[in-house]
């Protein structure tokens, strides 16, 4: 029964909402069917992905799938590193302590801004003419 556990969280960033599935393996990553390398193609945001298990030393212990859609590539990995962080809790709740202190489990709450009636953007404004 321990072989077959799976881990399922949900991990939000901007407008990106990403499910994530843990399963005890030797670590083998899926993001929407297709390896991580072939999906995130920077370095960088297959590190960001990588951050809760550095944290913990479980480096190779979990096999992830996860299926993530909406925004662009930066919020779907930053989605992906929350829900990686809340199954982990979910599978071994003595986690939480060193992910919290890393800023893992905080949802990133900064969106993006409305675009005001009258105005170009958000803050930009139309140029002004005096005559």
């Known amino acids: 029964m321990a072989d ?4 399922n969280a949900t991990g939000r960033r901007k407008e ?7 399963t ?4 083998e990553f899926t993001v929407n069917k297709r390896p991580v390398e072939n999906y995130f193609t920077r370095e960088t945001l297959r590190m960001i992905i990588q951050q809760p298990f550095k944290a913990c030393d479980l480096t190779d ?3 992830v799938k996860v ?3 909406g925004s662009g590539l930066s919020a779907q990995a930053g989605a992906i590193r929350h829900g990686i962080a809340r199954a982990l809790i979910i599978a071994d709740e003595s986690l939480r302590p ?3 202190k890393g800023g893992f489990l905080t949802r990133d709450p900064r969106m993006k801004e409305r675009k005001k009636y009258g105005q170009k953007g958000a803050r ?3 140029q002004f ?3």
């Open 67 to 69: 299926n993530v859609c």
């Open 98 to 100: 060193r992910l919290k």
């Open 129 to 131: 003419s005096k005559r």
């Open 61 to 63: 212990k979990y096999d």
């Open 16 to 22: 990106a909402s990403a499910r994530v599935t843990l």
């Open 24 to 27: 005890p393996g030797k670590g």
């Open 124 to 126: 930009k404004k139309f």
């Open 4 to 7: 077959e556990a799976k881990y």
